[in-house]
């Protein structure tokens, strides 16, 4: 996928606050991506909010380790952007128990 093909698309980025996710989320917002990502507090929120401080992008208080979370975040994005065309969904690391939409909403908090 070439950089001219994510220009004005909308990506939700899980996990911006962490190493993957953040440079996810940069990616993205280099290639000119509009980035949704959730933030819950603390000095690596700061930074996302720094990187993605723009109108381009749109930040979400959401926890997606609690229920509704990812409806929140899907939400949001579909709320001011009208569509999602990619989403990088980044866990912590202790997560190796396969593709995330196959485990259950208890399996995906445990990797958090």
Do not use: Y
Not at 40 to 60: F, K, N, P, Q, Y
Not at 75 to 99: N, T, Y
């Amino acid at each position: 996928m070439s950089n001219a093909s994510l220009q004005d698309s909308v990506a939700i980025v899980t996990g911006a606050s962490g190493n993957v996710g953040f440079g996810a989320a940069a990616a993205f917002a280099a290639a000119g991506a509009h980035v949704v990502a959730p933030v819950r507090g603390g000095r690596s929120a700061d930074e996302v909010r720094t990187l993605l401080s723009d109108e381009r992008h749109e930040l979400v208080t959401a926890d997606l380790s609690l229920d509704g979370g990812a409806d929140a975040l899907r939400d949001a994005a579909l709320a001011r952007f009208g569509r999602i065309d990619h989403v990088e969904a980044v866990l912590g690391p202790r997560w190796q128990k396969g593709a995330v939409v196959e485990q259950s909403a208890e399996e995906c908090r445990e990797g958090m």
